[in-house]
């Protein structure tokens, strides 16, 4: 596997060394099936990585590993990369008892608030590709039993991945400013089965790099209050969600944050803000190992 440096490469520093040291006790990098990933060390059956934009074979401004269909990479380099992520996540992260072939499933996202099972979603015929734009979800939930051989696969390039993990089952949100505020976590605890006691913030849009208007900055202090908005024009997703997160009863010490800024790191991480609309997508899959 040949790993492709960026020539907005900002750091020699490797990847497990940006991750923030409060944070590393949970999430470690990994090499799976010659694929760096950083993978979540969750409770019980829950499994969780995140993938960077290295080891893929898109080209130019989707090198490498792009997941997404829904820009304008090749569909055939998109699926080979695809390949890659289920290979990965079958040669070292599932139970050696699966016999099923991993799916994944990867929902159409539009920065709204609907959260729905991964199986559910998956029975409807969506979200196996060339995904449809008329059944929009931001966030699916993984149960044990109910989605087996099923992986949720949400794509990313700024906005906020969020896993929630209960006891019985946990949630991958696509969480967008708009869906931040708009409430995608709060919808995502109500479409689990008991209350997420974990989460996991994944790389994405930092608040040294989330400028916006004063109308946003003001939603957001009138809801978060005032400590996500930083020197008057800069929000602070990673705190909004955070506070969203406390109030499902995440304690904050369970609440794990790499401080991943995609816009920073955008050698690892594509980066909608800092690259423009023609870029990629990196993800974050979730799935269970078989009991
Ligand atoms: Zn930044």
Same mark, same amino acid.
């Given at each position: 596997?040949?790993?492709?440096?960026?020539?907005?490469?900002?750091?020699?520093?490797?990847?497990?060394?940006?991750?923030?040291?409060?944070?590393?006790?949970?999430?470690?990098?990994?090499?799976?099936? =010659?694929?760096?990933?950083?993978?979540?060390?969750?409770?019980?059956?829950?499994?969780?990585?995140?993938?960077?934009?290295?080891?893929?074979?898109?080209?130019?401004?989707?090198?490498?590993?792009?997941?997404?269909?829904?820009?304008?990479?090749?569909?055939?380099?998109?699926?080979?990369?695809?390949?890659?992520?289920?290979?990965?996540?079958?040669?070292?992260? #599932?139970?050696?008892?699966?016999?099923?072939?991993?799916?994944?499933?990867?929902?159409?996202?539009?920065?709204?608030?609907?959260?729905?099972?991964?199986?559910?979603?998956?029975?409807?015929?969506?979200?196996? =590709?060339?995904?449809? +734009?008329?059944?929009?979800?931001?966030?699916?939930?993984?149960?044990?039993?109910?989605?087996?051989?099923?992986?949720?696969?949400?794509?990313?390039?700024?906005?906020?991945?969020?896993?929630?993990?209960?006891?019985?089952?946990?949630?991958?949100?696509?969480?967008?400013? #708009?869906?931040?505020?708009?409430? +995608?976590?709060?919808?995502?605890?109500?479409?689990? $089965?008991?209350?997420?006691?974990?989460? +996991?913030?994944?790389?994405?849009?930092?608040?040294?790099?989330?400028?916006?208007?004063?109308?946003?900055?003001?939603?957001?202090?009138? #809801?978060?209050?005032?400590?996500?908005?930083?020197?008057?024009?800069?929000?602070?997703?990673?705190?909004?969600?955070?506070?969203?997160?406390?109030?499902?009863?995440?304690?904050?010490?369970?609440?794990?944050?790499?401080?991943?800024?995609?816009?920073?790191?955008?050698?690892?991480?594509?980066?909608?803000?800092?690259?423009?609309? $023609?870029?990629?997508?990196?993800?974050?899959?979730?799935?269970?190992?078989?009991?």
């Amino acid at each position: 596997v040949t790993f492709v440096r960026h020539d907005g490469a900002l750091s020699e520093v490797p990847l497990a060394g940006r991750i923030d040291p409060a944070a590393r006790a949970r999430l470690r990098v990994c090499e799976w099936a =010659g694929l760096e990933v950083i993978e979540a060390r969750l409770p019980g059956p829950f499994r969780v990585m995140f993938t960077t934009r290295q080891g893929g074979v898109s080209a130019g401004p989707y090198a490498s590993l792009n997941l997404s269909y829904r820009v304008d990479d090749d569909p055939k380099l998109v699926a080979d990369n695809r390949a890659w992520v289920a290979a990965a996540v079958d040669s070292r992260g #599932r139970d050696i008892a699966s016999q099923q072939p991993l799916r994944l499933i990867s929902p159409t996202q539009v920065h709204g608030v609907r959260v729905v099972g991964a199986a559910e979603y998956a029975a409807a015929g969506k979200g196996d =590709g060339c995904d449809s +734009i008329e059944d929009p979800c931001d966030g699916l939930v993984i149960h044990p039993l109910l989605d087996q051989g099923l992986a949720a696969l949400l794509l990313f390039a700024d906005c906020v991945p969020l896993v929630l993990v209960g006891e019985v089952d946990m949630a991958v949100v696509h969480g967008g400013w #708009r869906g931040i505020l708009d409430g +995608i976590v709060r919808q995502a605890g109500r479409a689990m $089965t008991g209350p997420p006691g974990l989460a +996991i913030i994944g790389p994405s849009l930092g608040p040294c790099c989330f400028t916006v208007g004063r109308e946003v900055a003001g939603a957001f202090a009138d #809801r978060f209050g005032t400590h996500v908005v930083v020197e008057e024009e800069r929000v602070d997703l990673w705190a909004a969600a955070s506070v969203a997160l406390e109030e499902l009863g995440v304690r904050r010490g369970q609440i794990v944050n790499p401080r991943l800024c995609t816009a920073c790191n955008r050698d690892l991480f594509y980066s909608y803000r800092a690259e423009g609309p $023609t870029t990629g997508r990196h993800g974050c899959v979730a799935w269970t190992a078989a009991a």
